[in-house]
């Protein structure tokens, strides 16, 4: 399984530092660093881009394309149990969640839907399992498209423990598992053919178990501890590597740093920022502003060391060794992973249904990590650009997925708009202009637009009337397929809907894309979100490649190729 040229695999626990660029303030360019000036070198050439038109680029082209710009990608096992008792076991990279709910895109087989699919729909729930770095191989052989009767469970050398709440049991290895009930699915066909090709499944989240020694003294998972496996392009995979901390702003608090000219809507119009700020100061007191937000992204303590820019590199597999059914503990990393885990109170037990909602969401927001971000950006029905940042996404070939909170007032600007047809651009956000993407995230008042003072610079789409962002090496052009509204289960109030859109155009450097017309991870620079006000960058990078059965059944013990129920 490894590259023996490679590097051997690095055991080593993330670190945080400065952010990026401390000494950014509203509307500074990203050409205002040396890193951003290497960034936007070309950008501005004719065939700096190259443009595909997703509707005629071939499905496994277009996939490839997709997962290896939309990085880096949460992993986790669902675990289910099929109408006769069957326990089924398969990691998913096409993971999301809101407070309470799961989000993850199900494939069709060429014999029809998946053993996973055909367990949800049973009505007796399923087990999300986060995965953790010390039994990432396992991740990589449950994935083994093994024949009817053959148990993944086996194979892998993971252990079931009994669920709470629903009949699959969860994943003993895992430190932060999730039993949910299905709420929702969605099918989505071949625009030509009208093939299902993938059904979106929305989980209401029952019952969460975490283990205790990786939790902080605020009830929230430590990534220093949960050791996260993201899923990037082709068959990689990656740890986390640089983490740094960016808090949130009020409009309340940062306004009056922001250059008045900066803060004109698409039309120019003054009259309503005027009065919108005289409220602000009213509401805030101007001292408590500029002690806080004075330098706005300089939130760390300057005894952290300076941000380094580096490239991610690749090694080999964490267990070059491993073979069918060993263990998690038969390596020195796997038995301290397992330490502890047999004891009584390994476990703290969560229910999500009387556990506080801002609780829920920092507790779930810790675990399933790393998430990657992009900016949506979208145009009202009278013309004002949008642009905001979300972590909340992930794809399939052709389709991109994310949730929008409902806010205080009803739907956001952004759901708004996408419900105009106007359309909507993903644009993947890249480290060398994290600051920028961040200022984004500021909840401005209506009539202002967050283009001005970020400092990043509009492009005009191809097929869609909402602009891309210039400075995104990777950018999709969407048009609206499907909503889902979820509601509190007590009040019945909107909470979030989830969008699906159909990719109509793609536009990526041609300076990031391999020969293999994929993009290469190491010149992309993807940033992503971890737990509270965290981002982080990616650490070491390694491949595995799932084997075919054909492959796979010589190396395998007789006595692991059992079905659930030992009826061989």
Known sequence: MAAPALPAYPWRTPKFFQVPDPEWHFGRPVTATEEGKKWMQGADGEDAFKGMDATTVPRRDLYQLMKSGIVPRPIAFVSTTSADGIDNIAPFSSLNFVTGVVSF?????????????????????????????????????????????????????????????VTPPRVKESAFSMECELMHTHEIRDAQSGDLEYTHVLGRVKYIHVRRDVLTERGVVDIQKLKPVAHIGDISYCTIGDVFRMRPSTWAEVEPFIPDEMKRDARGGETLLQMHRMGCLNIVCRDSIVSSTQAFPRIMSNQLPAYPWHTPQFVQVPDPEWKYGKPITATEEGKKWMEGVDEEDAFNSVDPATYPHRDLYQLMKSAIVPRPIAFVSTTSADGIDNIAPFSSLNFVTGVVSFFIQQGDHGPSDTLTNIRTGNGFVVSIISEPWIANAHAAGLTAP??????????????????????????????????????????????????????????????????VLTERGVVDIQKLKPVARIGDISYCTIGDIFRMRAPSWEEAEPLIPEELKRDAKGAQ
């Open 446 to 511: 209506p009539g202002v637009s967050e283009w001005g003072f970020t400092g990043l610079t509009k492009v005009a789409s191809k097929n869609v009337k909402p602009p891309r962002v210039k400075e995104s090496a990777f950018s999709m052009e969407c048009e609206l397929m499907h909503t889902h509204e979820i509601c509190d289960l007590h009040t019945g109030a909107v909470q979030y809907t989830h969008v699906l859109g159909r990719v109509s155009c793609i536009h990526v450097r041609r300076n």
């Open 105 to 165: 895109f199900v494939q069709s087989g060429d014999n029809g839907p998946s053993d996973t699919l055909n367990n949800l729909r049973t009505g007796h729930g399923f087990v999300v399992s986060v995965i953790s770095e010390p039994w990432v191989t396992q991740a990589c052989v449950t994935g083994l498209n093994a024949p009817p009767g053959i148990s993944e469970w086996a194979l892998s050398g993971l252990t079931k423990i009994a669920s709470r709440t």
